[in-house]
Every structure is written in structure tokens, then in C-alpha cells.
């Protein structure tokens, strides 16, 4: 299986970003998938997961009505819109398959991460 993030940019406070991760294999569509980030000095956190057919989303409080994660399974792809940043926003940013993903106890697989930035 292969995780191939895109997206991560240099935005301002207020700013906008859609990450995508491109998943190779057919377990894609039979896998919770996740977000995760890490920001410098800081611990790996969840950010937000979604659920096998997508009917079952979490997002951690600090991202709850700026981001939104979504799949498409026939396309093997994962998104995260990211709106109304914020500094604190500002990390690595990893998709993540595995069904213990959707709870952010770990995952199966990871991507290499793209980075989300903040300018101001």
C-alpha cells in the first residue's frame, strides 16, 4: 500500500488548503482512513478520521467546523479542506489507513506527510 499526500502550501491566517492523499491498493475501500499532524516539538495528533463508506466522520475540537475530511473510493483518495486557518495549524500533516486509525490509536499505513503552513 502507498500513501501519496498533496496540497500543503504556504497560506495566511484565514486561508484555505485541500490536502489529498492518493492511496494505491484495493484495501483502500475496505479501511478507515485518518489525518494526522505534527508540528515541530510536538506530539503526533489526530486530526480528523473518517469511516470505511465515509458515513462516520470525527474531528478533533480544536478543527470542528473549519475542516472537513472526505473519500472517494472508486478514486482511492482521501481530502481534508482545511478552512479559516490558524497558526496552531501550521504542521506535517499525514493521511493514514487502518481501521484503528478512525479512533487515532495508531495505523496500518502512513504517507510521508505535506506540509501545512502558516505565514503571518
Known amino acids: 500500500v502507498r500513501l501519496v499526500e498533496s496540497g500543503g502550501d504556504l497560506v495566511q491566517a484565514g486561508g484555505s488548503l485541500r490536502l489529498s492523499c492518493a492511496a494505491s491498493?484495493?484495501?483502500?475501500?475496505?479501511?478507515?482512513m485518518a489525518w494526522y499532524r505534527q508540528a515541530p516539538g510536538k506530539e503526533r495528533e489526530l486530526v480528523a478520521s473518517?469511516?470505511?463508506?465515509?458515513?462516520?466522520?470525527y474531528y478533533r475540537d480544536s478543527v470542528k467546523g473549519r475542516f472537513t475530511i472526505s473519500r472517494d473510493n472508486a478514486k482511492n483518495t482521501l481530502w481534508l479542506q482545511m478552512s479559516s486557518l490558524k497558526p496552531e495549524d501550521t504542521a506535517m500533516y499525514y493521511c493514514?489507513?487502518?481501521?484503528?486509525?478512525?479512533?487515532?490509536?495508531?495505523?496500518?499505513?502512513r504517507g510521508q506527510g505535506t506540509q501545512g503552513t502558516d505565514s503571518s
Open positions: 473518517i469511516s470505511t463508506g465515509g458515513s462516520s466522520t
Open positions: 493514514a489507513l487502518g481501521d484503528r486509525a478512525f479512533y487515532g490509536l495508531g495505523y496500518d499505513y
Open positions: 491498493g484495493r484495501i483502500f475501500s475496505i479501511n478507515a
